[in-house]
């Protein structure tokens, strides 16, 4: 997945041979912020510019921007799940929010 950035928003965009454009979207957001252009400067400028756009619009509707995330993460798993990640995250001396966002943080490096 191609990806770009501008501020704290994400984008992914892809190229489309038959239209001869790039184009994406903003993938961190509830709301759907687009852009597209000929190069890959284009397409930066353009997510740039969308970005600017919707924070402007905001401002003019008086709303809070959307912020990509809060880093706050409501987890629901089973009980079992739950109670042995607790223990695991006990033995490594570790708080169960510590631990998972070490063994997340792990993870998101090797997916990369």
């Not at 992914?12 to 903003?26: C, P």
């Not at 739950?82 to 943080?105: P, Y």
Request: aromatic share 8%.
């Amino acid at each position: 997945m191609n990806t770009i950035q501008y501020k704290s928003y994400l984008g992914t965009f892809e190229y489309d041979q038959d239209a001869d454009i790039f184009h994406g979207e903003v993938i961190n957001l509830k709301d759907v912020v687009t852009f597209q252009g000929r190069s890959i400067d284009e397409l930066k400028k353009a997510l740039a510019d969308s970005v600017e756009d919707y924070l402007d619009f905001c401002r003019e509707e008086g709303e809070e921007p959307e912020k990509p995330y809060s880093g706050k993460l409501h987890l629901r798993l089973r009980p079992e799940l739950h109670r042995e990640a607790a223990a695991v995250a006990a033995l490594s001396g570790k708080s169960l929010n510590a631990w998972i966002a070490d063994t997340l943080t792990e993870r998101v490096k090797d997916a990369r």
